[in-house]
Nanobody, 118 residues
Framework: QVQLVESGGGLVQPGESLRLSCTVS????????MSWYRQVPGKERERIAI??????????SYADAVKGRFTISRDNAKKTLYLQMNTLKPEDTAVYYC?????????WGDGRLVTVSS
């Protein structure tokens, strides 16, 4: 059974940092690309970062809104995906989800609320 369990998040002030974690089970973590999405109420869920393990190492990509501030990483031995979020802005306030697609099925974490406010 595929499971994605997130941790982290909370309330921070603008300019501060947070780290989200997503620990998985039920599949071979290193074989699949993993992503972080976020969703603001009333808006569509958007992908902000993706990590793929290749034979050359980890390959990552970011949405323009977070590029240079957020870092996605993975520890295949711990089966954990991370999202390091630096220089947070009020517009980063959202629910954050980790995601994987396996055999045409979408799996989501339960979401972690990140609130950036002074």
């Amino acid at each position: 059974q595929v499971q994605l369990v997130e941790s982290g998040g909370g309330l921070v002030q603008p300019g501060e940092s947070l780290r989200l974690s997503c620990t998985v089970s039920g599949f071979t973590f290193g074989d699949y690309g993993m992503s972080w999405y976020r969703q603001v109420p009333g808006k569509e869920r958007e992908r902000i970062a993706i990590s793929i393990t290749t034979r050359f190492g980890e390959s990552t990509s970011y949405a323009d809104a977070v590029k240079g501030r957020f870092t996605i990483s993975r520890d295949n031995a711990k089966k954990t995906l991370y999202l390091q979020m630096n220089t947070l802005k009020p517009e980063d306030t959202a629910v954050y989800y980790c995601y994987v697609r396996i055999a045409d099925v979408d799996y989501w974490g339960d979401g972690r609320l990140v609130t950036v406010s002074s």
